[in-house]
T-cell receptor, first 112, second 113 residues
Framework: DQQVKQNSPSLSVQEGRISILNCDYT??????FLWYKKYPAEGPTFLIS???IKDKNEDGRFTVFLNKSAKHLSLHIVPSQPGDSAVYFC???????????WGAGTKLIIKP | DTGVSQNPRHKITKRGQNVTFRCDPI?????LYWYRQTLGQGPEFLTY????????KSRLLSDRFSAERPKGSFSTLEIQRTEQGDSAMYLC???????????FGSGTRLTVV
């Protein structure tokens, strides 16, 4: 039973345009959501998080939107840059230990 | 801040052998996590330490797996009698209480042949 789903295995976006990565979840008890970026042969790098009490969090070029009623969150990257090409993981936590439940990832390719 | 360090980066072992991986977290981080990642999937939680205490273990962690964090500093993950299904990337992460995001190491890629 996948509690966190990223339904797009890959996404290709033109440099300078907006990248939108989507994530759906099933467990309404999740109270923190995080996005990580992963380059090949490296561990995931934390990008941005959002608490369930908010619907938007912004950090530079990265904005995360949370729609609790739809159990959906998205990561917007604008403008997209070549260095953004990586695999992006959505993760969720519902306990005080912050044990994370992860999606399968979306590979983002930024075209020059 | 030297980051989270994992050793070795790669390990190839024969089925049935024992292997041990080491993780050195960021020094002021009291919480340490082990995850396992297979190709095309997100990381799966294995176990979690707060200081030297192992507070939670996933049911994925069979009795062939054991983890320790003596003195609340570095941690080791041992797999006994390895099986081909153990082949994966083993990721270690640490964080400080009150901080949401983990810092991950680069992982140890295990191949069981």
């Amino acid at each position: 039973d996948q509690q966190v789903k990223q339904n797009s295995p890959s996404l290709s976006v033109q440099e300078g345009r907006i990248s939108i990565l989507n994530c759906d979840y099933t467990n309404s008890m999740f109270d923190y959501f995080l996005w990580y970026k992963k380059y090949p042969a490296e561990g995931p790098t934390f990008l941005i998080s959002i608490s369930s009490i908010k619907d938007k969090n912004e950090d530079g070029r990265f904005t995360v939107f949370l729609n609790k009623s739809a159990k959906h969150l998205s990561l917007h990257i604008v403008p997209s840059q070549p260095g953004d090409s990586a695999v992006y993981f959505c993760a969720a936590s519902g306990d005080s230990n912050y044990q994370l439940i992860w999606g399968a990832g979306t590979k983002l390719i930024i075209k020059p | 801040d030297t980051g989270v360090s994992q050793n070795p980066r790669h390990k190839i072992t024969k089925r049935g052998q024992n292997v041990t991986f080491r993780c050195d977290p960021i020094s002021e981080h009291n919480r340490l996590y082990w995850y396992r990642q297979t190709l095309g999937q997100g990381p799966e939680f294995l176990t979690y330490f707060q200081n030297e205490a192992q507070l939670e273990k996933s049911r994925l962690l069979s009795d062939r797996f054991s983890a320790e964090r003596p003195k609340g500093s570095f941690s080791t993950l041992e797999i006994q009698r390895t099986e081909q299904g153990d082949s994966a990337m083993y990721l270690c992460a640490s964080r400080r209480t009150g901080i949401v995001g983990y810092t991950f190491g680069s992982g140890t890629r295990l191949t069981v042949v």
